[in-house]
């Protein structure tokens, strides 16, 4: 170990104020005013009709965005993986591109190409009935655009870990490839697949600005559970925002107690599933 | 003949893997493809299998054109070097799976799966997951899973390539053994000479995507085909021009006829074995010659005597000349 005993505890508090002063005052200061005025306002705003239809509106949302991203994620992720074409260096790193481009512009970018009166495909498809912007196909469209790469990152070095062999046994004794992907592929990466939509359900749930353009934000019809905290927030509706505020706090700090309990409970794949964003080949001898 | 190859040839771009390979692999036999890195044997195993394929020719399995024929159709049993074990399965799954994607009966495929797991010894260890075995047990489990489907052929890469020496030799009598009770048709990719002269009935060298020579542990221990064989299946040292192995060489501390004189300027002896290394009095190379340490007392040979070489007379060595 490096360092005396005074460095490393000077690190440490150094470390521990930074956090708290960053992320835990503030978060428990949501919670305090959540309850300020009791537990019956809280649950009252909360089953408050818009705000439990928003909260509605969400989990239906998050969902469809998590199951998109996961058969999704797994296709590129395999496709990464396992084949060399020109453009896989550009593919992969098109798939950061969510997390670095900001959400207000992925919304004006989704606007643009399915608006219903001079999007790309917009009029094209409320023509075939299916509208797309200020509706919920266009919010889950949002949602999956900024959590694609959560699944991905997570499978990738998983899947390069494990290599082709496992799959080629299974070939070998006489596996299609449904059968392969289902009961070899699949049980091999499931810790780094509950980790990656486990991380793009809480992704999900919260995301603001993509949803914020795409929705149009109408009250009881397209407004999400972090929409409404804004619009209370802004009507002077405190307590109704922060309670909101808490339940979307407390869901993301639920799927990370989740995924800290699942971490140490699988020792094979735990080094790789933990490693977030490593896309680096790690030839592990099995011997 | 139960594999039959006909002029199987495959690239990897400009890399040439194998070149019209023709091979016929007899059955209930244990076949070698004996050969250094990279000279094509494992891809040939590999086209055999299917996992692999091959540019032109033909794959045929016990009479069937298994040339276009998916690996899943095949029937053949496929052992990996790393033991391509399934980690999220217990072993006794791990060997049931081949018969549960047969959809064989529950109670018929727990039957075969006990009766392998006795064959490869590992009858206690049935619901433990590989990571809890041993290197060894691993491989032996996936020799069981690979066994368990009744495969036409067994196949098997490299497979004691990741274990130490002393598990290694054992496993390599055991195959041995095994392979005499079981008479499934075999074919198995190394790179240890050793490991192929003391297990294969038959032997077949590959070098540079190209079948060097096709043989008994014997006629390609004592008849080579080429220089190339006789350097890959054992040592060999330079005598008077030619290529022999150290241990065909007659050492006299006198002069005798058609011998080479030389000094003795290495004298090295590992457990039973003295080896030698003499310098020729004409110059040029040193020579490399082993004898029994009861030889080296008999005979008198010590560090910096003078000795006469010769061939041993009646060894069928391949008496190629050295070329230019």
Do not use: C
Request: proline fraction near 5%; aromatic fraction near 8%.
């Amino acid at each position: 170990m490096t360092g005396n005993r005074l460095t490393r505890y000077t690190l440490r508090t150094i470390v521990l104020v930074y956090l708290g002063l960053l992320i835990v005052w503030p978060v428990s200061l949501v919670a305090k005013n959540a309850f300020a005025d009791g537990f019956g306002t809280f649950f009252d705003a909360l089953t408050e009709e818009t705000t439990a239809y928003a909260f509605q509106l969400t989990l239906i949302v998050a969902v469809w965005a998590v199951v998109i991203n996961t058969v999704f994620g797994i296709l590129i992720s395999l496709l990464l993986v396992r084949y060399t074409f020109p453009g896989r260096r550009a593919l992969s790193a098109l798939i950061d591109l969510p997390l670095s481009v900001s959400p207000v512009v992925v919304g004006l970018a989704l606007l643009l190409a399915y608006g219903g009166t001079n999007g790309w495909f917009g009029p094209a498809l409320e023509g075939a009935g299916l509208q797309v912007i200020y509706a919920t196909p266009g919010i889950i469209m949002a949602t999956a655009f900024v959590s694609l790469p959560l699944v991905i990152r997570e499978i990738v070095p998983v899947l390069t870990e494990i290599g082709t062999e496992q799959e080629q046994a299974a070939r070998s004794l006489g596996a299609n490839a449904w059968q392969t992907f289902r009961r070899i592929t699949i049980p091999a990466i499931r810790w780094a697949l509950v980790y990656g939509v486990v991380l793009s359900l809480a992704r999900s749930l919260g995301e603001f600005g993509a949803v914020k353009i795409v929705s149009g934000n109408v009250v009881g019809q397209t407004q999400t559970a972090t929409l409404v905290v804004e619009e209370k927030y802004q009507n002077f509706e405190q307590t109704a925002a922060y309670a909101s505020s808490f339940v979307l706090a407390a869901a993301a700090v639920l799927a990370l107690i989740v995924v800290t309990l699942l971490r140490p409970g699988h020792s094979e794949s735990a080094e790789t599933a933990g490693a977030t964003a490593t896309p680096l080949r790690t030839e592990k001898d099995p011997a | 003949m139960s594999i039959e190859i006909a002029g199987v040839s495959r690239r990897f771009g400009d890399f040439v893997a194998l070149e019209d390979i023709n091979l016929s692999v007899p059955t209930g036999k244990l076949t070698a493809l004996l050969g250094p890195s990279g000279g094509g044997k494992s891809t040939l195993l590999r086209i055999i299998a299917g996992l692999e394929n091959a540019d032109s020719g033909t794959v045929e399995i016990e009479g069937t054109d298994a040339t276009r024929l998916p690996a899943r159709k095949r029937n053949v049993g496929f052992v990996f070097q790393h033991y391509a074990a399934f980690k999220h399965m217990t072993v006794a799954r791990n060997v049931a799976f081949g018969l549960e994607i047969r959809k064989q009966p529950k109670q018929q495929v727990a039957e075969r799966v006990a009766e392998m797991l006795r064959l490869v010894h590992l009858e206690q260890f049935a619901d433990r997951y590989p990571s809890q075995l041993s290197g060894g047990q691993r491989q032996r489990m996936a020799l069981a899973r690979a066994l368990a489907i009744e495969p036409s052929v067994l196949l098997l890469d490299e497979p004691f390539g990741a274990l130490d020496a002393k598990v290694r030799k054992e496993l390599r009598d055991w195959l041995r053994r095994l392979h005499d009770d079981v008479h499934v048709t075999t074919v198995f990719v190394t790179h240890d000479q050793e490991e192929a002269l003391e297990v294969a009935d038959q032997i077949v060298v590959i070098n540079q995507g190209r079948i060097e020579q096709i043989g008994t542990p014997d006629e390609l221990y004592d008849q080579p085909a080429s220089d190339f064989v006789l350097s890959f299946l054992g040592p060999v040292t330079t005598l008077g021009g030619r290529l022999v192995r150290p241990h065909d060489i007659e050492v006299t501390t006198a002069p005798v006829p058609d011998a080479v004189p030389g000094t003795v300027t290495r004298w090295t002896r590992i457990g039973y074995e003295v080896r030698l290394e003499v310098t020729p009095t004409d110059g040029g190379e040193p020579i490399l010659v082993q004898l029994t340490r009861s030889e080296a007392v008999q005979r008198g040979v010590s560090d910096g005597a003078a000795v006469w070489l010769r061939e041993t007379a009646g060894v069928n060595g391949a008496h190629s000349p050295v070329p230019a």
